[in-house]
Structures are given as C-alpha cells and as structure tokens.
C-alpha cells in the first residue's frame, strides 16, 4: 500500500541516494551549504532524519541528540537501505493519521518534513561535492505547500535560515532552497 507521502519520499529518496552513493571518501571534509555541518557531518544528519522519521511515522520516540558517526564500512549501501526503510515507513496509511505524540504536529506535517529534509539536504550535499540532484516538479510543489504552511514556524525554531531572495523567475527548486534559507548560488 503507499500513500501520498510515501509515494512523494519514492520519488525524491533515489535523487538523495544517488548523491549520497557519489560522494567519494576525499570529500568528506568539505563545507556544504549549511555552515554547521561539514559533508560527512550533513551525511550524519541525514542518516538520523531517514532513521527518525521511520520511528515517527509509527509514532515512535526520535533521537536527535545522538552524535554517532555513521560515515563507517558500508554507509552509502545503509544509507540506501535506511532511504528504503523510510519510504515504506509512510506507506501505511495510519502513519498520516492523528497528532504525532514525538512532534506534537499532525503526522501528515511531520511526513512532509521528511520529505523536506531529504530533499534539501540531498541539494546540499550535491552543491558540496559537484554533483548534480534532479528534483521532481511534485516533490518541488509539496516543498513550496509545506513551507506556505510551516515555513515562518520553522524559521522560528531554526530548522530554516532566513529566506534568500531569488528572482522572479528562478527555478522552482532555487525558490525552495532560498525559502529554506540556502543561497541557490552557494559554492564551496
């Protein structure tokens, strides 16, 4: 069965893996564009987002403190298997239903973020180590809906940085990232 948040992760989660399965061991030092976090600390970050939001969309407690380095033998083959794991995670209906007990947000909230992080985190580390991310129109569209709904509430929590204006006319995915307060220009 799949819903529409586990058919969004589908459609974004082969984009990120491919990036993450691209970045060569050379350039795990590397600045990304999220001034806190080097290339292997964004890929620790993101090892934690794919794990977590698995745990939430069963309701389940999330550990976001934890510092591991997950940068170990096999990551980019367990980062893939983990994407998998994520998007099967939403794929039961329940998962979207009632108030997420971890979050306090509607679970439907709470898969988009998922799905927000795996795509702007995927840009990221591509701009990082000079690859290329394709996002799909219906994964951009579901990113510009969350952050009309979320955006300024995220800013305030500081899941975002302050909005980088774009051009009228930019692209829909610099739009997305200068609303998540990356500058689409950004390089390293």
């Not at 030092?29 to 987002?49: A, I, S, W």
């Not at 509607?106 to 927000?116: K, S």
């Amino acid at each position: 069965m799949t819903t529409k948040t586990s058919e969004l992760l589908a459609v974004a989660a082969p984009g990120t893996v491919a990036v993450v399965q691209g970045i060569s061991d050379d350039q795990l030092d590397l600045p990304t564009p999220c001034p806190e976090y080097t290339v292997r600390g964004l890929l620790n970050h993101l090892f934690d987002v794919v794990v977590n939001f698995q745990a939430l969309a069963r309701r389940g407690e999330a550990d976001w403190s934890g510092k591991t380095d997950h940068v170990t033998e096999g990551w980019r083959d367990r980062f893939a298997a983990e994407a998998v794991r994520l998007v099967e995670a939403w794929s039961d209906p329940a998962a979207l239903e009632g108030v997420s007990p971890g979050m306090g947000l509607p679970q439907e909230t709470v898969g988009d973020m998922a799905l927000i992080d795996l795509t702007v985190h995927g840009w990221d580390l591509a701009r990082a180590t000079a690859q290329r991310i394709e996002v799909e129109p219906v994964v951009l569209a579901a990113g510009h809906a969350f952050m009309d709904r979320m955006g300024e509430t995220g800013q305030r929590m500081g899941a975002f940085g302050e909005p980088v204006p774009t051009a009228s006319d930019a692209a829909d995915l610099d739009r997305l990232l200068g609303r998540t307060g990356r500058d689409p220009a950004w390089t390293p």
